[in-house]
Each structure stands twice: as structure tokens, then as C-alpha cells.
């Protein structure tokens, strides 16, 4: 449910902010598309075509690679 995910969304950003010191908002504008595309990464070697088609529609042209599977996963890629 919404109200859950925020509450969990809310407790991240808290405990990460104790971390480092980071402006939210732009936090908030990049966090969606971010999980999205960890999602296809980890989904990739078991459903390897819809994760494709997926990441072709959605973040081929913003992360500038030609497929998922040459992403890096621990590479953090802000421009979604």
C-alpha cells in the first residue's frame, strides 16, 4: 500500500540524512526511475527479454547504454 511505502520511504531518507546531508526533493525526483532500473537489473538474468523491452522504452535513451545487461549495478546513474 501507498501509505506503507512512504512510511518506509520517509525512515530511509531519516536514517540516510544521519549519513550524509542531501537536499530531498532532488533525492525524490531521481528515486523512482533508480529503483526501477535496479529492479530490470535483478530481474534481467531470469526474465532477460522483458527486462530489455522494458529498459528500452524507459532509460535506454537517459543512461546511454545500447542493453540492461551492460549496466553496471553498483554504478549509481542520475540521469533518468
Known amino acids: 500500500p ?6 518506509f520511504l520517509e525512515h530511509y531518507i531519516v ?7 542531501f537536499n530531498k526533493r ?9 529503483v526501477l532500473i535496479r ?10 527479454f522483458i ?6 522504452q524507459l532509460f535506454k535513451n537517459s543512461v546511454g547504454q545500447n542493453s540492461l545487461h551492460q549496466t ?3 554504478t ?4 533518468h
Open 51 to 56: 527486462t530489455e523491452v522494458l529498459y528500452e
Open 15 to 21: 536514517s540516510a540524512r544521519k549519513i550524509k546531508s
Open 26 to 34: 532532488e533525492f525524490l525526483k531521481y528515486y523512482y526511475s533508480y
Open 72 to 74: 553496471k549495478f553498483t
Open 2 to 7: 501507498f501509505s506503507l511505502r512512504e512510511e
Open 39 to 48: 529492479l530490470l537489473q535483478m530481474f534481467a538474468p531470469y526474465l532477460p
Open 76 to 79: 549509481i546513474q542520475t540521469t
